[in-house]
């Protein structure tokens, strides 16, 4: 994949699009920090990534980046509670804020799933686990939210109103949004649109 | 530090099965050669200080473990007994002091020993009295203190012994006995055993009774001839089964004493030289045969070392079985969780606090299995002890 400049503003909700194995997830990863570009850099609010060893990586995506799956990904063995606070039990390097549950149920109220916290993943609907992913992405509150096909794995009602939760949670915590999809039906509702092929490979 | 712990909880709990599992191995692992080891040194220490602590036993010639096993623990009856005047014969000998045992009839579902003494034994186990006092004459028993336990006997109660065998007709076998004491716990065989006086323990065998007075009898039936000298009565005279002290006077042996018989001598030698002095004295008397415990014992414990290899061994094989099947389990744990793994990875998760994560996974698993490790073998040690120690009599 090659990319010759790709500028994101803050709070801008972007949907790359593209045919499967055209590097829309490698494109995620990178901006994550997950990977690293062979050539370039990517620079995000004037630090570059390309700069970070392995564990200012790690803590940048810890506190900067929020993650949804197409799989969910959630824990097995964890309640909805505890799959939400995931990233603060696994990262030392974020420190826990104080009302901490509060905002648990304040995120798990926003979308509609206040009264499932005690559950486990297992309990829940495919709709219902990837509002938990979305919650669990936005509790840190990252200043990137970026979302791996995560209509993938849902009917088409659930598609819509996923889309418009992931919208509309990354407006109020002012977040950026980049979404992957494959679904035509979705990218109306983003800012801008990035067919991912037209960077040329 | 504190959340890994907390989500390795979360996730042995949540997979509780997997969990009982792998604690249940490990547990088996950990506690067959714990306790195996325990249970055997257990059994050895016991077996040796108790043989230690009784330097010559003498005895019908015959198996010297038997009568080693006999001396020491009063389970295994060794065949032949030997004469009363032995005792005296030894004594005279002055290389020591001499304690006389008579294993007779027993009590209770059980078959605890009835084993007949003199007052010297107490004195020469360092036996202390716990409740009431040791016996002053024949009739009187004294309990170890785990029949006086099991029997739930107590000072004033009173019991008959049984015949050992169903067919050993001959002997009067029922006797009431009168508890006048009971031990404080030794630790020992002496726990487990109904003392009386060996006179008791004869009477028990038939070797004496008492009956009403044959001199004041007039019963036609029961008389069959009387002259100055003496009566002669019939088996219906009544014969007392309780020896009191209103009756005590009318029981009697109607033989010597010497010949009356005894299970084993235990020796307490003054020193070396006595002993040395003393074994070549009974080598010489063709019927007897003196053994040092210790000896007999050391050659026990040989066997159970072997055992021990054994037993070391395949607790070996099951630590390594143990082992790979905790390698065989991590794998497919790594295997299993891999997506979960990188999804930690990829929200900011380090790889190290990963591994800690499944590092504090096993160490929950491991501490409980060796908490409930130790508490079997805690109690298993006792129980299997016992077990073994009755095994071996």
Redesign the interface.
């Known amino acids: 994949m090659h990319i010759d400049r790709f500028e994101i503003s803050s709070g801008e909700k972007i949907a790359i699009v593209g045919p499967s194995g055209s590097g829309k997830t490698t494109l995620l990863d990178l901006l994550?920090g997950?990977r690293s570009p062979t050539a370039g850099e990517i620079i995000f609010n004037d630090v570059n990534l390309h700069e970070l060893n392995d564990?200012q990586k790690?803590?940048f995506?810890?506190?900067k980046?929020g993650?949804v799956?197409q799989?969910f990904?959630l824990?097995?063995?964890?309640t909805v509670n505890?799959n939400i606070l995931?990233?603060?039990?696994?990262?030392?390097?974020?420190k826990r804020p104080p009302k901490i549950n509060n905002r648990v149920v304040e995120l798990a109220r926003s979308v509609g799933i206040e009264d499932k916290l005690s559950r486990?993943p297992l309990r829940l609907s495919q709709g219902e686990k990837q509002r938990v992913a979305i919650c669990?992405s936005l509790i840190h509150q990252p200043d990137l939210l970026l979302a791996d096909e995560p209509t993938g794995n849902l009917d088409a009602a659930n598609k819509q109103k996923i889309v418009s939760l992931l919208i509309e949670q990354a407006e109020r915590e002012q977040s950026t949004l980049i979404v992957v999809t494959h679904d035509q039906s979705l990218i109306d509702r983003f800012d801008r649109i990035v067919d991912i092929s037209e960077f040329g490979n | 530090m504190d959340?890994?712990i907390?989500?390795a909880v979360?996730?042995v709990?949540?997979?509780w099965v997997k969990s009982v599992i792998l604690v249940l191995c490990i547990t088996l692992a950990i506690f067959l050669p714990v306790a195996g080891t325990a249970v055997l040194d257990q059994v050895q220490l016991q077996l040796k200080s108790r043989a230690e602590s009784t330097p010559k036993v003498i005895g019908a010639k015959g198996s010297r473990f038997d009568l080693t096993l006999h001396a020491l623990y009063f389970d295994v009856v060794p065949p032949e007994t030997i004469r009363y005047e032995v005792d005296k014969t030894v004594r005279d000998f002055g290389y020591g002091r001499v304690l006389p045992i008579y294993r007779t009839y027993h009590i209770g579902e059980d078959k605890t020993p009835i084993v007949g003494i003199t007052l010297s034994y107490f004195d020469f186990r360092n036996l202390q009295i716990a409740d009431g006092d040791f016996f002053g004459r024949i009739g009187h028993c004294v309990l170890g203190s785990k029949v006086a336990k099991r029997l739930q006997k107590s000072v004033g109660d009173d019991f008959v012994s049984q015949p050992q065998r169903a067919e050993d007709i001959t002997s009067s076998g029922n006797v009431k006995f009168q508890v006048v004491g009971i031990l404080s716990p030794s630790g020992t065989s002496d726990d487990d055993v109904v003392f009386v006086d060996i006179k008791s323990s004869w009477i028990i065998d038939g070797f004496g009774h008492g009956h009403e007075d044959v001199e004041t009898v007039q019963d036609r039936d029961k008389l069959l001839s009387r002259d100055d000298k003496r009566a002669i009565v019939n088996e219906s005279v009544a014969k007392f089964i309780e020896i009191t002290d209103e009756n005590i006077g009318s029981f009697h042996f109607h033989s010597s004493l010497s010949k009356l018989p005894i299970s084993a001598l235990i020796l307490d030698p003054v020193d070396e030289k006595s002993a040395t002095f003393l074994t070549d004295k009974i080598n010489e008397i063709d019927y007897l045969q003196i053994v040092e415990p210790s000896v007999e014992i050391e050659k026990l414990i040989e066997k159970i070392f072997r055992v021990k290899t054994l037993f070391n061994i395949a607790s070996a094989a099951i630590f390594i079985v143990t082992g790979l099947f905790l390698v065989l389990n991590t794998l497919l744990s790594i295997r299993l969780r891999s997506?979960?793994m990188i999804?930690?990875?990829?929200?900011?998760?380090?790889r190290f606090?990963i591994l800690g994560?499944f590092v504090w996974e096993y160490l929950i698993v491991i501490l409980l299995s060796v908490l409930l490790a130790l508490l079997l073998s805690t109690i298993t040690v006792e129980y299997v002890q016992q077990m073994i120690l009755q095994m071996i009599r």
């Open positions: 994550a997950i564990a790690r803590k995506r810890a506190s980046i993650l799956f799989e990904e824990v097995e063995y964890l505890d995931l990233p603060y039990l696994i990262n030392k390097q974020i486990k669990r | 959340s890994l907390y989500l979360k996730y709990c949540h997979y997506r979960e999804t930690m990875y990829k929200i900011g998760c380090g606090t994560l």
